[in-house]
């Protein structure tokens, strides 16, 4: 019954290999957030989708980028990944945009650069 | 700047004691609070909401704004309340956007 999904849960790759991780959902929600969590740290959001409307923190880096081309999935790209992108890196949904619409989080996927 | 802070990575408590988890922001405007729990090999998963002003697991937290705080609260612990907590705010309005704290451990000592 998990209803957001990311794979793999651990991904391992070497300093500049581009990585693809990825994110699913059977809740049908219209947004889904990438966020970035180093070790100690808050979650930090690196960008979301509202549908298909793409929104990115002014902070996040240009190495990353994100794609989603249906409702059910959202990937995020690290095109260019460093020893400082090792990180947690946490999928959520939410059904709208409304303060009292909880996110759901994924497991996290857990990425390790070499 | 926008903010959320809690102060303590790590609080250990008795079972059976009461526990206050802090929670301070600061936030130019109107925000909403919640908390987030991760308990072991879970997801994060959201515990309360301030808008719900509701009770869950035992847990209470009240919005003071005077102080900026929203402090979370159980008067008597329980093993299982042992976790990671995640005080987070978000607008009340536009595209509802958490800023998470750093989180505190929990930890319930029978």
């Known amino acids: 019954d998990a209803m957001v999904i990311q794979n793999p849960r651990y991904q391992v790759t070497q300093f500049g290999k581009p990585v693809t991780l990825s994110c699913s959902q059977t809740?049908?929600?219209?947004?889904m957030y990438w966020y970035q969590q180093k070790s100690s740290q808050a979650p930090k959001l690196l960008f979301h989708?509202?549908?298909?409307?793409?929104?990115n923190e002014a902070d996040t880096p240009d190495n990353f980028q994100s794609r989603r081309p249906n409702t059910s999935f959202c990937f995020l790209d690290i095109r260019s990944p460093g020893l400082g992108d090792a990180a947690m890196y946490l999928c959520?949904?939410?059904?709208?945009?409304?303060?009292?619409?909880?996110?759901?989080f994924g497991p996290g996927t857990r990425l390790t650069v070499t | 700047a926008q903010r959320v802070t809690q102060p303590e990575k790590l609080l250990s408590v008795f079972k059976g004691a009461p526990v206050e988890l802090k929670c301070n922001y600061s936030y130019s405007g109107s925000p909403e609070l919640f908390w987030y729990v991760q308990y072991s090999r879970q997801r994060l998963q959201l515990l309360l909401r301030?808008?719900s002003r509701e009770s869950i697991k035992g847990f209470t937290a009240d919005l003071n704004k005077g102080e900026t705080s929203f402090h979370l609260k159980k008067p008597f612990a329980q093993e299982e309340d042992s976790a990671m907590y995640y005080c987070a705010l978000t607008s009340t309005s536009g595209t509802y956007k958490y800023i998470f704290g750093t989180g505190t451990r929990l930890k319930v000592l029978a």
């Open positions: 989708y509202y549908d298909k409307d793409f929104n």
């Open positions: 959520a949904t939410s059904r709208d945009y409304r303060v009292s619409d909880e996110q759901y």
């Open positions: 301030h808008i």
């Open positions: 809740l049908n929600h219209n947004v």
